[in-house]
């Protein structure tokens, strides 16, 4: 008998560290989920030490450095592309805090990754012109729009979300 393993790639945006709030949530989820028929991988913005790289092996999940978002953008986006082009992800899980996430989204639906899930943690932005200006395009790029909470999903997608 065959099994099909769906492929799933877990975007942190910001640093993949232990104590911090994006990867704390998607360590717990990924904890507690039932990956009997996936492949979940993460990716991320840094180097990761050593205790999170075991526990993400232990339970057959890969980590990939897409280096720093912030100082190289355009360099950063072509490393997630050529990542999911080249691993083939059924599902590509966005973990952001605003509009900018359409940086994260627009190499997975360049390459037409037929689930691109946007989860939001928080109800504003440090770079609100950049959420303003990038929101419209944002809203066409994902499939799923996750939230933390309703107000956190009134702000970041207006309509169309799950809490």
């Known amino acids: 008998m065959l099994i099909f393993m769906k492929k799933v ?4 945006t910001t640093g993949f560290a232990s104590y911090g709030g994006l990867t704390t949530v998607m360590m717990n989820y990924f904890r507690n989920m039932d990956r009997s028929d996936l492949q979940v991988d993460f990716a991320s913005t840094n180097e990761v030490d050593e205790g999170s790289l075991t526990e993400l092996h232990t339970h057959g999940a890969r980590y990939f450095n897409l280096g720093d978002r912030k100082k190289n953008l ?3 986006m072509f490393r997630l592309y ?3 082009r080249r ?9 952001g805090n605003s509009a900018t996430m359409v940086f994260d989204l627009l190499p997975a639906y ?3 990754v037929p689930v691109r899930i946007a989860h939001g943690h928080t109800t504003q932005s440090g770079y609100p012109i950049a959420h303003k ?15 933390t909470s309703k ?3 009134d702000w970041l997608y207006g309509e169309h979300y799950m809490v």
């Not at 790639?9 to 942190?12: G, T």
């Not at 691993?87 to 973990?95: A, L």
């Not at 200006?133 to 939230?147: A, C, D, R």
Request: proline fraction near 5%; glycine fraction near 8%; charge should be positive.
């Open 9 to 12: 790639l877990i975007v942190i």
């Open 74 to 76: 355009p360099g950063y």
């Open 82 to 84: 050529k990542l999911i």
């Open 87 to 95: 691993e083939k992800y059924d599902v590509v899980h966005i973990n």
């Open 110 to 112: 360049v390459c037409r």
């Open 133 to 147: 200006v990038l929101s419209p395009l944002f809203k066409k790029m994902y499939t799923h729009g996750i939230v």
């Open 151 to 153: 107000v956190a999903g």
